[in-house]
C-alpha cells in the first residue's frame, strides 16, 4: 500500500501513519520469509556451483594423477569459475602449470604397454636400493613411513615435499 494513495483519498497524516504502521506489521513476517528464501537459494545456488566446478577439476584430471586429492588440493578453486553461458574456466591453465611445477603428482602420459618376457630386455638392477629401505631427510624413517604419517596428520604440504625429496633421490613413490 502506498502512502500516496492514502494521501490522496484526504485521509489526515495521523491516521495514514497508523494504516501504514498496522500494514507494515502485517507484511513484515512475509518479507522474513522471502528474505530467507533468498538467502537459502544463494546458498544452494553456491553449493551447486561449487559442486559443478569440483566434478569439472575431477574430470579434467581423471586418471591423470596419483593421489587425486592431493593434487586438488594444490589448485586455486577459488580461480576456478563458471562463466554466464555455463562453461567452467580456469581450470586448464592451472593443470597445465602445476603439471610443469610439479610433475609428481601426474602419472606418465605415454605408459609403455606391458611386453611378454621375451619381448623384455635384460635389466641389470643390481645396486639399486628398494625404496623402503631409503631413509630421507626424517631420521631413521623411509620415505614410505614418512609419506604415510604426513597424510595420516592431513599435511598435504609435507606429503609433497617428501614426495619430491624422494624423486630427487631416484624414489618414485605413490
Known amino acids: 500500500m502506498e502512502r500516496s494513495y492514502l494521501e490522496g483519498l484526504g485521509l ?27 538467502t537459502q537459494e544463494a546458498t544452494h545456488k553456491k553449493e551447486m556451483d561449487d559442486f559443478k566446478i569440483k566434478t569439472a577439476v575431477e574430470k ?57 618376457p621375451e619381448q623384455d630386455p635384460i635389466v641389470d638392477v643390481s645396486g639399486l636400493v628398494p625404496a623402503q629401505a631409503i631413509v630421507g631427510n626424517g631420521g631413521d624413517l623411509t620415505y614410505d613411513q614418512r609419506l604415510k604419517s604426513a597424510r595420516e596428520a592431513g599435511n598435504n604440504t609435507e606429503a609433497i615435499k617428501i614426495i619430491a625429496e624422494a624423486a630427487q633421490n631416484g624414489v618414485n613413490l605413490i
Open 60 to 116: 579434467v584430471l581423471g586418471d591423470n594423477v596419483h593421489d587425486l586429492d592431493l593434487t586438488i588440493s594444490q589448485l586455486d578453486m577459488k580461480a576456478i569459475k563458471i562463466s554466464k553461458d555455463g562453461a567452467i574456466v580456469g581450470i586448464e591453465d592451472q593443470v597445465t602449470a602445476l603439471k610443469e611445477s610439479k610433475a609428481f603428482l601426474f602419472k606418465e602420459e605415454n605408459v609403455v604397454e606391458p611386453t611378454t
Open 12 to 38: 489526515e497524516k495521523d491516521i495514514i501513519d497508523k494504516i501504514m504502521k498496522e500494514h507494515g506489521k502485517t507484511l513484515n513476517p512475509y518479507k522474513e520469509k522471502a528474505d530467507k528464501y533468498d
